[in-house]
């Protein structure tokens, strides 16, 4: 059974920093397309870093790039989103996903899988 659960969300003040952390169980991360993506109240779920397999290709939203960095670590089919300079309107819930077709894509429903989100807060 495929899953994915995400953690390490959480209040943080601006300029902060925040490692979110997303295993997969059902398959092997370093063999699929994954990206993070993030739904801010009453907006469209957006990619926020999306990634081919590893050592691939990357794709950063410009809202974040500088700030934020995706990475892997395939021993513990664990992805990560490093996430810096944090600004209240990176607040929204995050999302890992995964998409059993090749190449990158930022897109919602070009991704196969979802983890169930966890909430980041960027506030004084």
């Known amino acids: 059974q495929v899953q994915l659960v995400e953690s390490g969300g959480g209040l943080v003040q601006p300029g902060g920093s925040l490692r979110l952390s997303c295993v997969a169980s059902?398959?092997?991360?370093?063999?699929?397309?994954i990206g993070w993506f993030r739904q801010a109240p009453g907006k469209e779920r957006e990619g926020v870093v999306c990634?081919?397999?590893?050592?691939?290709?990357?794709l950063t939203a410009d809202s974040v790039k500088g700030r934020f960095t995706i990475s892997r670590d395939n021993t513990k089919n664990t992805l990560y989103l490093q996430m810096n300079s944090l600004k209240p309107e990176d607040t929204a819930v995050y999302y890992c996903?995964?998409?059993?077709?090749?190449?990158?894509?930022?897109?919602?429903?070009?991704?196969?899988?979802w983890g169930q989100g966890t909430q980041v807060t960027v506030s004084s």
């Open positions: 996903a995964a998409r059993t077709r090749s190449g990158i894509s930022t897109l919602v429903n070009e991704y196969d899988y």
């Open positions: 059902g398959f092997r991360m370093d063999d699929v397309a």
């Open positions: 990634s081919t397999s590893s050592h691939g290709s990357t």
